[in-house]
């Protein structure tokens, strides 16, 4: 199975900053099929971004994914109080679907 | 607007069985092939169970192979999972979740119930 190793693992940040987080995969991604998650907490994940780069409805253009092959990133590009939150990264491109870690991103 | 309504989590002792259930409303259920995550307290996200459109196909972690068995009822619009042999380390919140993308097992989701707990504890 397919391996996500997220980083950082905690990051700590002030409103109105810019972040990239990082999506790294054990073997390459088919399809690039990779989606990221936003989790607050005492709730479920909600989708923000899926194939990569593709946003999800409702999603504020503020977050955007680039990225393929192995490595995957989540940029926000500039950080509002309802941002912080932890982060997951999961790959579709093959069975069984995985998840990374998480990235957990808190106020300074 | 799509809403996933879990059910049927609690406590239960280690060997015991439980069924969760998932009713589903606002899109067509029956189009759409259907997860189950969970989240261990603390912890991320690990995938349970995935069961096609149709019903023909399901797939299940490693985790829970031949313990869990996925399975959906299209008129009444409802997702079940039932849950034989439990672990302790199966205790988690667990998601019902509709997926976007689906293909051989792997796929994507891009709606999530609220979850109901199950603990495995004596």
């Known amino acids: 199975e397919i391996v996500l190793t997220q980083s950082p693992g905690t990051l700590s940040l002030s409103p109105g900053e810019r972040v990239t987080l990082s999506c790294r995969a054990s073997?390459?991604?088919?399809?690039?099929?990779l989606a990221w998650y936003q989790q607050k907490p005492g709730q479920a994940p909600r989708l923000l971004i899926y194939d990569a780069s593709s946003r999800a409805t409702g999603i504020p253009d503020r977050f955007s994914g680039s990225g393929s092959g192995t490595d995957f990133t989540l940029t926000i590009s500039r950080l509002e109080p309802e941002d912080f939150a932890v982060y997951y990264c999961q790959q579709c491109g093959s069975s069984p679907i995985t998840f990374g870690q998480g990235t957990r991103l808190e106020i300074k | 607007e799509v809403q996933l309504l879990e059910s049927g989590g609690g406590l239960i002792q280690p060997g015991g069985s439980l069924r969760l259930s998932c009713a589903a409303s606002g899109f067509t259920f029956s189009s759409y092939a259907m997860s189950w995550v969970r989240q261990a307290p603390g912890k991320g996200l690990e995938w349970v169970s995935v069961?096609?459109?149709?019903?023909?196909?399901?797939f299940h972690a490693d985790s829970v192979k031949g313990r869990f068995t996925i399975s959906r009822d299209d008129p009444k619009h409802t997702l079940h999972l039932q849950m034989n042999s439990l672990r302790a380390e199966d205790t988690a919140v667990y998601y019902c979740a509709k997926t976007r993308y689906f293909s051989g097992g792997s796929h994507d989701v891009d709606y999530w119930g609220q979850g109901t707990l199950v603990t495995v504890s004596s």
């Open positions: 069961i096609s459109g149709s019903g023909s196909s399901t």
């Open positions: 073997q390459s991604v088919t399809y690039n099929c």
